[in-house]
Structure formats: structure tokens, C-alpha cells
């Protein structure tokens, strides 16, 4: 269990670059689900600030809890909300699998997202022209791990937990590959290393570089600097390899 190594790959701004598929424009489509499921916007506002006061948090959580006050199924609805959004200009990429496949040979590889599974299927649809299950990579969506009926982000607590006992990793043999800035520290508190990825240094730049180190036997210092590093949004903010 101790050499074993976890690489959990994010999917918005990571399999395909986020300004494909902005967040303002899922936050549209959600809009568009919720009057389409006879939901108003201004019932949305009011449910707002209930869901704030209640310390929950979370765009699915939000979403669930709507749903269940208008008595709208929660699957339903996420369904309709991938069927809202514009998916044509994520470009095919089936390069990149074979490149996630060739790291999988090396180590424990999953892909993980915030989002919906119906959400990550039409990524993987645009991407790589098969479904998730046929990639033959363990996929995870912000469903999977659940505490007291709230859905548990990939940076929780919870989620961190359930990988490691999944895969058979120790948090400190995991690393996340992800452009989320607050995702990163928050996994990075629990023991595990980080890549942080933008428009300079994408998926595909980060997976030859741990092929490098890999091919290399090269070994990283936990918060050593990568020659990739930038220093953005916040000065302690480092990237990280095991």
C-alpha cells in the first residue's frame, strides 16, 4: 500500500480548457432546467438564502436542495441541466486518453468531478466519443460519496477517505491534478501532493512530465518548485509531485 500512487484527474478546466464551457454558462443552464421543471427564478433567490443560512454548500447541494422543495426529482433535474448545456465546442481529444491510459500502466489513475455524472458523460461523448464506462478509468461525480444526505465534494474529508480505501492509497501517495486554486489546498492539508493546471500547462503538459519523472526515477521534494511553476493568486501557492 505504501508505493502505491493515486493520480486524481479533475474534469472542468482540466480535461478540456473551462472557457469551453464557462461557468457562467452552466450557471444559464441551470437557470434554463429550473424553469423548463416549472421552477422560478425568484423560488431559486428565496431557496438561496435558506440554503445559506442552513451552512451548506455547494452548487449540486443548492440544486438538490431546490429540487426536493419543489418536489422535482433530483436525477431529473441534473439530467436536464446537461441536456441545457453546449457541448459542441469541447474539441475531440482521443490523444489524451491514450495518454492517461499509457499513465495508468504506471500508476492508480481516476478521473474525479464536481459536477454530475450526466455532466461527465457528455464530456466524455465530445471528448473521447465513448461513454466513461468504456474508458476503462474509474470515473467519480459529485454523487458518489454522500454525509447525512449532502453530497461531499472531491476535496472533502470524506472523499479523500474513500480513495484511499478504494484504491488501497495513503492520502500522502495521492496527487490531484486540478485548476481549482481552493481544491488543491484543501487536499494538499490532508497529506496530498498537487499539479496545478491552467492554460499555460494543460493536461496532456502535465502527464508528460510525470512521465519524465517517472521514466527519470526523479523524486520531488513534497513542496519543492516544478519548472512549471506559477505563482498565482495566492504566493504560497506551489505545485507538487509525490
Known sequence: MEDKKLIVIDCDGVLYPKEKLPTKEIVCAVRKAFEKK????EYVND?????NKSGKKGMFNFITTVARSSYVGVDEL???????MDY???APNPQLLEKIKKIQKKYEVCIYTNNTKYHLEKVYQRLFGCSFWE???PAFHIETIKNKDVCCAKQSKETVWFLSKFFAVNPENMMFVDDTISVLDSVREQGA???FVNQNFNLSDALDYIEQISSNK?????HGRTPFDRMYKRDSFTQELF
Open 193 to 195: 501532493s498537487i499539479l
Open 47 to 51: 431557496c438561496l438564502v435558506e440554503f
Open 218 to 222: 526523479q523524486r520531488i521534494c513534497r
Open 38 to 41: 416549472g421552477i422560478s427564478w
Open 88 to 90: 459542441s465546442r469541447i
Open 135 to 137: 474508458t476503462e478509468i
Open 78 to 84: 441534473s439530467r436536464q441541466i446537461a441536456e441545457e
